[in-house]
């Protein structure tokens, strides 16, 4: 075993411990512990479903899987940059730590709060089981999509954490992108047509992409579009490297800052 493999051995060891302290601090004496983590998502299900079904109905088959994929795949994704933007700074004592890898800040936050994603997610298979039958073989196709968002989520957090250090208002800024881009994003309602004055929020929307992605598996029961997928890779891994190259340009002053 050479030493690169080492190194990301002991990183992917490292982030496993990091991610199960994570956990075990934030649901410490707790009565339910992780249930909790299902409770937000449920809740704003339990809203969105009554509310547009039943007092402004928008006439979406499915609504119930409709809306759960959409909260879910955006719940994970708003958590985590939320969460991450402040990943440097409130983890003053790791970031002085000499020799800690901090490049693990954010994804730490991704991956702690792709658990609570992966807890709910069998919530999901079973409202879209109830409601439109098996996926079949579509259903190979989720890890794909789930790792793609992976990608496109982390590259935002690189930078947003990067940047949060030197310039604190980015934490404001990025709590109120994330309020607007829940509105302008179709979580919870369907993707706007072509011919729609505002349609660039959906055709230009890498989220509403993803997000076309979950729902052709699970209530489509298809494969999602190979060119959606294309197009998400082509934002999220340049992304990604620009992320990731910010990062560690700005991360040697990270001691002196925090």
């Avoid at 959409?70 to 990943?87: C, D, E, M």
């Avoid at 936050?109 to 999901?124: D, W």
């Avoid at 349609?199 to 598996?217: E, I, K, M, Q």
Wanted: glycine content about 4%.
């Amino acid at each position: 075993m050479n030493v690169h493999s080492r190194t990301a051995m002991h990183w992917r060891d490292l982030l496993v411990e990091l991610v199960g302290r994570d956990l075990k601090i934030r649901y410490q004496r707790s009565a339910i512990g992780l249930g909790w983590s299902l409770m937000k998502p449920l809740s704003q299900l339990i809203v969105f479903a009554t509310v547009f079904s039943s007092v402004l109905p928008l006439n979406i088959e499915n609504y119930t899987t409709f809306v759960f994929a959409g909260v879910l795949a955006w719940s994970w994704f708003s958590s985590s940059l939320t969460s991450a933007t402040v990943a440097v700074t409130s983890n003053r004592e790791m970031v002085r730590r000499p020799g800690f890898p901090v490049f693990l800040l954010p994804v730490l936050t991704i991956v702690s709060q792709g658990v609570h994603f992966l807890l709910a997610l069998p919530l999901l298979l079973i409202c879209a089981f109830i409601q439109t039958g098996f996926s079949g073989p579509a259903l190979l196709a989720l890890p794909a999509i789930i790792a793609v968002q992976f990608l496109f989520t982390l590259g935002l957090c690189f930078i947003a954490a990067a940047v949060h250090v030197y310039f604190r208002d980015i934490e404001h800024m990025i709590g109120v992108a994330v309020m607007l881009g829940f509105y302008v994003t179709p979580v919870f309602y369907r993707p706007l047509q072509s011919d729609h004055n505002f349609a660039f929020l959906t055709t230009a929307n890498p989220f509403a992409w993803l997000l076309d992605c979950y729902r052709t598996v699970l209530l489509d029961h298809a494969f999602p579009d190979a060119i959606l997928i294309v197009k998400l890779l082509l934002v999220s891994v340049p992304l990604i490297a620009f992320g990731a190259w910010l990062f560690r340009r700005v991360s040697y002053r990270f001691v002196d800052e925090v």
